[in-house]
């Protein structure tokens, strides 16, 4: 298979980003920060999404999706990545969905996916316990309560946390804190009494929640999987979101790089214009050829997600651990090739360097996905 | 697409019978390339059926049209014959400038008759060419070279010298770059002329490098005798086709920052020659820095993949190929880089039978020249810069 787009994903990145151009550029993210909105994204726009089908992309068919797979996805969060929309894509479509096509049972599939597929239901992934992002560490306890269980502990920085309808959380049911085996996944509604969520805003004006747990009461039927094996559904889950994230990095780091060129264009000093400066065009280039090298694992990436091919994990920190150093490179020297102004609120570019530090951390920065890297490869 | 598939079980089947298994095994040193050329002596008898067998198939030159004696295939034929190879770890069958560069000018801007000449020996691996380009004071401004030739009806009288010609004295057929037209603004006197190095009044001297081997030469013309119809395209008008060769030269060097086809990973050496501490190599920052090299290996051969995807086969990937040439030869570098530090102390030794005549010493140093020969680094920064990104100066 070719490394190329096909017409029928060409025509779907031009409606999406007609539509992310139209109905939310910039501005929309900067208008959510300055009115307070607490959701942290337009549920106007997350219908108008639906309407246009991308809450259903991953679903499959017999769930009232899509299934138009990974690279469908990645196509329009790589879009979203360009106008920093701020939506509940990458939490519910993507990780969430995951998760259930991943480990769900047919009743759980059929309970869920429609929903979301809808666009009215949202999920999020509670599987963090400290602030770095460690998924085997886990320390909330599931324990047997009658017919199901009773789950005390501590989420950190779950996205989405404080929207979501449905909540995926990691807890133990055997073994000690830092074992893979013995987490399991349970299907939460975030509603229950016994969860107490305290919202809070990151650098750009998405939010996330820590989330404690108090003895919150679950039958049999919402554990997703196998007992003591979550992590067999949390690795991929977490992979397709690496890789997710990375599309949409791809998105970010494009749009700050093209901004930034058309300003090397523009910006006169010394009587030229100083995309003249050598210093700056060898940086630029740079640049270039790192994103043009972003572009092509990306798309791997996501075709090897619709492939389900063997060595997931090793791919999706490969690919995540580039596209953070990536993008972060890209952003940081788009505020320097600005000057001043790049210092500014009042000016975009900055906007860029935030959603990215934002990507880059949760789930696991590229100190996490290189550590993760080398393991997969066996060193 | 079934034909695509009958095509790669083909392959396979006719790989299985005609690539020797010694063919099959990486290169224990560079002593292993075969290059051809007249007086080539095979280093093996599997080394000249490899070759020969490969060259009757027109494989050696696949997109090539069968006409000049090419495999005639596409694009996505093409590369499943090279993932088939990579796939048993064959050899390239040659190394060839003639493949590489020479020819593909020749396929877009030839006569007829230079191409029916020159196109059939080199894809049997019969005539080796050397690049004559670079001057003593044309280096990155090429085009400022100065070995001239004066007209004399049907042929030219050539007197100058070029620099650094990779294998100078090996060389059968030189292509080079001519002033014809001293008159002319500097780009457009300058005529690409192909010649017999065994024509009087050439000469060649060797130059040493400081991995201690001397591969290149200083190439000397004297009053030499070249004749017209060897001109490639027009006369005074070689600097497009000289900027057209350098794209694909260009992508030939880019190819090596790849994991070249049966070398081993960079961490299995390094797990071999340090050994594992539960399960990793127990210097955490070797590690990441291998880890960063082994992820941007994989980067560059998907994006090169990747730019051949979008290309048609056999043509040049434009400017992009700076890009390539880049990013290969900075990643080949920090490979060598590695390896020393990998090799530590041993990597040091220059002579004797334990470390194959300093072989991985030598290796790095030539590796310093990747990032200069075909035009260096902050050249092809400059043509990123300037003719893909549009930047102005
Ligand atoms: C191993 C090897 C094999 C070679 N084989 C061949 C061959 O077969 N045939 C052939 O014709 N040539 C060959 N070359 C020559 C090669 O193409 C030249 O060495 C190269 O183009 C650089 O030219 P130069 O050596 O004159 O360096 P210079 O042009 O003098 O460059 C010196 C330094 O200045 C920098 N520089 C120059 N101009 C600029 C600019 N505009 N902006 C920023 N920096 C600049 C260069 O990047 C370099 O760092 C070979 C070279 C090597 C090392």
Redesign the interface.
Known sequence: M???LNEEQLMLKESARDFLQQRAPLSHLRELRDSGNTRGYSPELWSEMADMGWTAILVPEQYGGLEYGYSGLGIVLEESGRTLTPSPLLSTCLMGVTALTTGGSDEQRRKYLPEVAAGSHLLALAVNESSVHAPCSVATAAQASGEGFSLTGRKTAVIDGHNADTLIVSARTRGTEHEADGISLFLVPADHPGIHTERYRVLDTHTAAHMTLDKVEIGPDAVLGELHRGMAVLDPVLNAGAIGQSAELLGVAQEAFERT?GY??ERKQFG??I????AL??R???M??DI??????V??GLRALDKGDENLSEIAS?IK??LSETAHHVTAEAIQMHGGIGMTDEFDIGFFLKRCQILETFLGDHYFH??R???Q??? | MRELEQFRSDVRAWLEAHCPESMREPYRSEADVCWGGRNWKFQSEDQEIWLRCMAEKGWTAPTWPAQYGGGGLDREHAKILKQEMSRIKARPPIYSFGIAMIGPALLKYGSEELKMQHLPPIVRGEIRWVQGYSEPNAGSDLASLQARADDQGDHYIVNGSKIWTSYGEKGDWMFALIRTDSEAPKHQGISLILFDMQTPGISTRPIQLISGKSPFTETFFENTRMEKNQVVGEPNQGWTIAKYLLTHEREMIGETGNLQSGAELLSHIAVKKLGLDNGRLSNPVLRTDIARFEIDEVCHQLTMERARDETKAGASLGPSASMFKYYGTELNKRRYELLMAVGAQDALIWEGADSNEGELARRWLRSKGNSIEGGTSEIQLNIVAKRILGLPG
Request: proline share 0%; glycine share 10%; charged share 20%.
């Open positions: 070719t490394l190329v060129l090397l264009k030229v214009l995309g003249s400066f050598q065009q060898h630029a280039a740079v270039f050829g043009e090298q972003c572009k092509s694992i798309l791997k490969l651990a580039k290189l550590d890297f080398a393991g490869r066996g060193y």
